[in-house]
């Protein structure tokens, strides 16, 4: 039973992730008061594209559930820098709580995400599943 509770712990969690990064890679993409609020921040052009792209593989490498745990890591660590980076970047420019407090939240799900990936992994290697 615990295995399942996990099992929806994590995928909610990294569910969520996965839709908001894709819109928000989307958004970068495509929006254009996206990209001027990136000007705003102060960040070039080029950075907001990178960084969509960089969300989708990111989003890519955590929904394939046969990916390496070493590649799954190193998406968790750049979303991580994101959100941080991000909550920075929007406190420096005086923004609104909100604006400040979103990328907060998403750390929180992402670190959330992490927990539960390790714990279906430890799982797994102790039921034979690997």
Do not use: C
Not at 2 to 29: C, E, R
Request: no cysteine; net charge positive; glycine share 6%.
């Amino acid at each position: 039973m615990k295995t399942k509770t996990n099992s929806i712990v994590y995928w909610t969690t990294t569910g969520i992730l996965a839709v908001m990064m894709l819109f928000s890679a989307f958004s970068y993409l495509t929006n254009p008061q996206i990209a001027e609020g990136f000007k705003k921040l102060g960040f070039l052009d080029y950075f907001r594209v990178e960084l969509g792209i960089a969300k989708i593989i990111g989003v890519i490498v955590l929904v394939i559930p046969r990916m390496p745990e070493r590649m799954k890591e190193w998406a968790y660590a750049g979303f991580g820098i994101v959100f941080i980076s991000a909550a920075i970047a929007h406190i420096n420019n005086d923004d609104t709580t909100v604006k400040v407090m979103m990328p907060v939240i998403f750390l929180i799900i992402l670190i959330f995400s992490n927990v539960y990936m390790h714990k279906l992994h430890k799982t797994e290697h102790i039921l034979g599943h690997v």
